[in-house]
């Protein structure tokens, strides 16, 4: 799809890699739709951009976002939340907001817009998942669920739709609050974080291509492609080596 003048929503557009696809978007011409909670923070991306800032909570107000924000081309799920350590601490309300925000609002949304896409003959649907969703990561099996929900909700739509493309992007480590923001540091040497503006152009590419799956970096479809061909050998090895 060709991006100039294409009608873009964005959901957490007011942070990290939904900001850094923002201003993406606008470089490729497209009219801007922005959704976060954030108010300030989503002004200012709306200002830099040219964008449309739609403010509120995705978990309560889907619908409201996706009647605000008119016809819409490309829809971009991105908006998201995380939460590590063993899941024996992790408290039952923490669960609810992974599923609600990372999960049942993208469903949701893409539930409100498609039939319009459809209706005017075509639309994209980009999903941000994540290296954890293909994978499984040890101290993050519920945040690692609701990326593997996204994902192979995607991949039934692809089968289901011929006028909407459907694309999922897989970003590894990315240099963004995410991890302040869900209270615990990202803690290991490797692999090194990624600037959000690299899963932005991924995001672009995978629209402006029709590409079906966009891990970021590159190299990251290895450990997902080597899991799914020899599952024992890749669990022994990520066992030793984390
Ligand atoms: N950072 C990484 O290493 C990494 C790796 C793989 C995948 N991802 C995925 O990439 C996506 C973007 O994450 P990020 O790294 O850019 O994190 P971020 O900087 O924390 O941004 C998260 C965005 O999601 C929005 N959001 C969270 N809860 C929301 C809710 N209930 N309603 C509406 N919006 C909500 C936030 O809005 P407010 O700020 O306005 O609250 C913010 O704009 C997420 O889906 C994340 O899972 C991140």
């Known amino acids: 799809m060709r991006l100039s003048g294409a009608r873009v929503l964005i959901t957490g557009a007011s942070s990290g890699i939904g900001a850094a696809t923002a201003r993406e978007m606008a470089r490729a011409g497209a009219r801007l739709v922005l959704a976060g909670r954030d108010r300030r923070r989503l002004d200012a991306v709306a200002a ?3 964008g449309l800032a739609l403010p509120g909570d995705l978990t309560t107000d889907a619908a409201g976002l996706a009647s605000d924000a008119g016809p819409v081309d490309v829809l971009v799920n991105n908006a998201g939340t995380g939460w590590a350590g063993p899941l024996a601490r992790m408290p039952g309300e923490a669960i609810e907001r992974l ?4 999960l049942t609002a993208p469903i949701l949304l893409t539930r409100l817009l498609l039939p319009g896409m459809v209706e005017r003959g075509g639309g994209h649907l980009v999903f941000v998942a994540s290296i954890a969703g293909a994978v499984g990561v040890r101290d993050e ?3 690692s669920a609701t990326k593997a929900g996204l994902i192979v909700f ?4 692809r089968h289901e739709l011929r006028e909407v493309r459907v694309s999922v992007v897989l970003p590894g480590v990315v240099d963004t609050p995410f991890f302040e923001r869900r209270g615990t540091p990202y ?3 490797r692999p090194r974080p990624v600037p959000p503006e690299r899963v932005a152009r991924a995001v672009v590419s995978a629209v402006e291509r029709d590409r079906a799956e966009c891990y970021v970096p590159g190299w990251l479809r290895v450990p997902s ?3 799914g061909a020899a599952p024992g050998v890749f669990r022994a090895l990520s ?4």
């Open 154 to 157: 995607a991949e039934g739509l």
């Open 48 to 50: 830099e951009t040219g």
């Open 99 to 102: 599923v609600a925000v990372n």
């Open 187 to 189: 803690a290991r040497r």
């Open 225 to 227: 492609r080597f899991r």
């Open 141 to 143: 099996a519920v945040y």
């Open 239 to 242: 066992g030793r080596f984390g």
